[in-house]
């Protein structure tokens, strides 16, 4: 079974221009979460769907950022423009989804190294 | 609020001595626990969980962890390191009513010595 594909694995860019990461979840997932990991951090979430619905997009910072899910399968996250602060490792994770209290492993993605100059 | 924490930025151990990596956890409600590793420009690979049952849970390449309730912890261990096992260790936690929503310790760094 593969695993979460994510692309590009590393981008540079100068600060103001936008940037665009893809995610592939696991086959059958219904759930994709973006997450963010600043160095010496653990991740933090920025958005999670089920299926195509943004259900918990608490953490994304809005006037910048983005994400979509078209067809509940692939998802972008857009960063429009781009600040120095935002170098980090951008994170994609997918898990089959939760029904009342079950719980499902989420599994996560190699991520993005993003380094804004 | 909700919370892990894992007290050592880094653990070093000789290779064929026991590993312990602590995470301590604050949540209210009964806790979801979870442990993952990331190698370097590699994600997080899934290694064990709690949910409920036995407080003892085994889980991949020779890991297991415990979950004591009455100490709020859930510490990583290994009975024989490998230097392979160097990496940064990561313990998560989320409870009921909340769990999509994993929340992280700041990781820890193993490094094993041959």
């Known amino acids: 079974e593969a695993g979460v594909v994510q692309s590009p694995r590393y981008k540079i860019i100068e600060k103001k221009q936008p940037v665009a990461f893809w995610c592939n979840p696991i086959?059958?997932?219904?759930?994709l979460y973006w997450y963010l990991q600043n160095l010496g951090q653990g991740p933090e979430l920025l958005i999670r769907y089920e299926n195509e619905e943004a259900v918990d997009d608490s953490q994304l910072p809005k006037d910048r950022f983005s994400a979509e899910r078209l067809k509940g399968v692939d998802s972008t996250l857009k960063i429009q423009p781009a600040e120095l602060g935002d170098s980090a490792v951008y994170l994609c994770a997918s898990s089959r989804g939760t029904s009342g209290d079950q719980l499902d492993t989420q599994y996560f993605g190699p991520g993005t190294r993003l380094t804004v100059l | 609020a909700q919370s892990v924490a894992q007290p050592e930025d880094q653990v070093n151990v000789a290779e064929g001595n026991p590993l312990t990596v602590k995470c301590t956890y604050s949540v209210s409600g009964n806790p979801y626990l979870f442990w993952y590793v990331q190698y370097p420009n590699r994600g997080l690979q899934f290694l064990l969980k709690?949910?409920?049952?036995?407080?003892l849970v085994k889980g991949s390449y020779g890991f297991e962890a415990e979950f004591n309730k009455s100490q709020t912890s859930f510490h990583l261990k290994k009975p024989s390191a490998l230097v392979s096992d160097s990496a940064l260790y990561f313990c998560?936690?989320?409870?009921?009513?909340?769990?999509?929503?994993?929340?992280f310790g700041t990781g820890t760094r193993l490094q094993v010595f041959p």
């Open positions: 086959s059958g997932h219904n759930t």
């Open positions: 998560a936690v989320t409870y009921l009513g909340n769990t999509d929503k994993l929340i």
């Open positions: 709690y949910i409920t049952g036995d407080n």
